[in-house]
């Protein structure tokens, strides 16, 4: 299946480099690069699971200006500015490849050594402002998109092997000129957008919780009546955790064994990724669960050495205050884990318990 290499460089650009940005769209007849300069051009799409469909196939054979064609003009901007940022961290000191890439973004007017004037007015300092000033040069955006997107391509060590695999869009709902809609992933369940163009439906990438999380309740899983293997509290929200996960790791350089529980699965992607790791490096250091979660590292009696917990966008850590009841058996972790007293955490209580009985992972 094709793989959305674009939705993921504008998470990294507009989450990691500038913070999130707004979910408007600004085309018109006179800007929409789709119009002027797409492959597309001309070709209309009546509805949002057709222009997916395009999307989809686009993807699937690397033809990534027909991807960014299809894409609102706010989000080509969005994907250029990425692609750059993207690709100026993949360089790494190497000079054939910063040459190649400086030669790239000179045919399209970027001069990356440029300096710039801070902007007065604060309007100007804004995500949006400042991924429109860095592209204004740009002429077309789409060529620009796919020559960059096929130079990391070709330098990349591990081509498409960090990007989401699109599957299913579902839930698709229109409102006037936009659409919203979920995307299944191999990485899970992403929020989608659509605009319609003069007349056309495009994909427009949304900005707000692009990243690790996201948007509020979005991952949440609705409460199917039972109990699961227990709950997270954060405020006034009690989220069911449904789903366990142990395997060995290291806590700093000493052994441990985790028990992951969360609120949904642990999605294909993420679940590789996490093998990968432990065969690699014995160590989960770099795997983060997306959605509410709590992570209990345990040493070899089954005593708690670390909690880390994921909700609402915040992170909480203790290795005290948890009251444990946990046995590892052979190829098995069971037990209960509880936090019997509330804590405060950005002006919210949290408290958790929990009941389990899990099969230790096997990296493979």
């Known amino acids: 299946m094709p793989r959305l290499l674009l939705l993921t460089l504008l998470s990294f650009v507009m989450t990691t480099v500038c913070g999130c940005g707004g979910n408007t769209a600004t085309e018109d007849a006179t800007t929409s690069s789709t119009q002027e300069n797409g492959t597309l051009a001309g070709q209309q799409f009546d509805t949002p699971e057709a222009v997916y469909a395009a999307l989809t196939e686009a993807a699937k054979n690397k033809d990534y200006k027909t991807v960014a064609s299809l894409n609102t003009t706010d989000s080509q901007i969005a994907m250029a500015g990425g692609s750059i940022f993207g690709a100026s961290f993949m360089t790494a000191g190497d000079e054939n490849k910063e040459k190649e890439l400086k030669e790239l973004l000179d045919r399209h007017g970027i001069d990356m050594d440029a300096e710039e004037e801070p902007p007065d007015d604060p309007e100007n300092a804004t995500p949006e402002a400042m991924m429109k000033a860095m592209t204004a040069p740009i002429k077309d955006l789409p060529t620009f998109i796919g020559e960059i997107m096929a130079w990391m391509d070709k330098n990349s060590d591990d081509a498409g092997g960090g990007f989401p695999e699109m599957r299913e869009l579902r839930e698709v709902t229109i409102d006037g ?35 690790g999380d996201m948007p509020p309740d979005f991952d949440e899983p609705e409460d199917d009546g039972t109990p699961g293997l227990g709950t997270l509290w954060y405020g006034d929200k009690a989220i069911k955790l449904r789903h366990a996960l142990a395997y060995k790791s290291k806590f700093f350089d000493d052994p441990c064994t985790v028990v992951l529980l969360t609120a949904r699965p642990v999605y294909d992607r993420d679940m590789n990724n996490l093998k990968q790791m432990l065969k690699e490096d014995g160590s989960d250091d770099a795997f983060f669960a997306s959605g509410p979660n709590v992570k209990l590292s345990l040493d070899a009696e089954g005593k708690l050495m670390f909690m880390f917990a994921w909700v609402d966008n915040m992170s909480i850590n203790t290795n005290s205050g948890v009251d444990m009841d946990v046995e590892i058996e052979g190829n098995r ?22 009941t389990f009985d899990v099969e230790l992972m096997q990296p493979e």
């Open 177 to 211: 000129d936009s659409a919203n809609a979920v995307l299944e992933t191999d990485m899970g369940p992403r929020p989608f957008e659509f605009r319609k163009v003069n007349g056309s439906w495009l994909v427009h990438i949304p900005t707000e919780g692009a990243g």
């Open 333 to 354: 972790v069971h037990g209960t884990a509880a936090m019997p007293e509330a804590q405060e955490i950005a002006d919210s209580e949290y408290r958790f318990e929990v």
